[in-house]
């Protein structure tokens, strides 16, 4: 618990809501439900996080129209993003399930460690207060939201529109590398035009970095 509290940079003073936030189902059912299962705090933790990622948006871009701040935060907020928000913390780790649920693999699951994630945002909520949680919320918000944002752009999409009116010319890309470490990586790719790269890009995942790449090339396009 204590190893934990530190990767997240909060303490809790009741730590039975740390307890039950990290609780899944499977290991309540096992126990006879002398554990609290961490699906109240989900729900709560699914609205806490609808506000406090509505709110930063809404502060991070003032002129950007309502669709488009709609797609980012459903981006950002999606079964995929939060997982993966999950794995920078290591969350897994902490999960308490049951054995077989256990040994299916369900650390690593994205819908587990998606709740577990919420939860924990609940637990944080009812011990520390709003505060706390967005402090907590917006170190993941606030270091994926540009790489969102090019990803709901959609840039591949629309340089695919432009190489397919020449028949002859094909795209692909190619990850050209990787820094940083498992919970923090930086990921390099390029897109080729044939055999010339015609882009390049950096983002905290390869799809992102392919839609940087992408949108670097509808640049050099004049596009």
Request: with cysteine; aromatic share 8%.
């Amino acid at each position: 618990m204590e190893s934990l509290e530190k990767r997240i940079d909060y303490k809790f003073k009741n730590r039975d809501l740390l307890m039950e936030a990290l609780t899944h189902s499977s290991f309540a059912n096992e126990k006879h439900h002398k554990y609290k299962c961490n699906e109240r705090l989900e729900f709560l933790g699914d609205a806490v996080l609808s506000i406090i990622s509505a709110h930063f948006l809404f502060k991070h871009y003032p002129d950007m129209p309502e669709g488009e701040l709609t797609k980012i935060r459903a981006s950002l907020v999606c079964t995929e993003s939060l997982s993966e928000f999950a794995r920078e913390i290591h969350l897994g780790e902490y999960i308490f399930l049951g054995k077989g649920e256990a040994l299916s693999g369900g650390a690593d699951r994205s819908s587990i460690l998606e709740n577990a994630f919420e939860a924990l945002i609940a637990a944080i909520y009812l011990d520390g207060g709003m505060e706390n949680a967005e402090k907590f919320v917006l170190k993941f918000l606030t270091a994926n939201v540009e790489s969102h944002r090019a990803t709901t752009s959609d840039y591949k999409s629309t340089l695919q529109e432009v190489i397919q009116q020449n028949p002859d010319q094909t795209i692909t890309y190619v990850l050209v590398g990787e820094s940083g470490p498992d919970h923090d990586k930086v990921f390099e790719a390029e897109v080729h035009l044939n055999s010339n790269v015609i882009g390049r890009g950096k983002g905290k995942s390869k799809k992102s970095a392919e839609q940087e790449a992408a949108k670097e090339a509808l640049k050099l396009m004049g596009l």
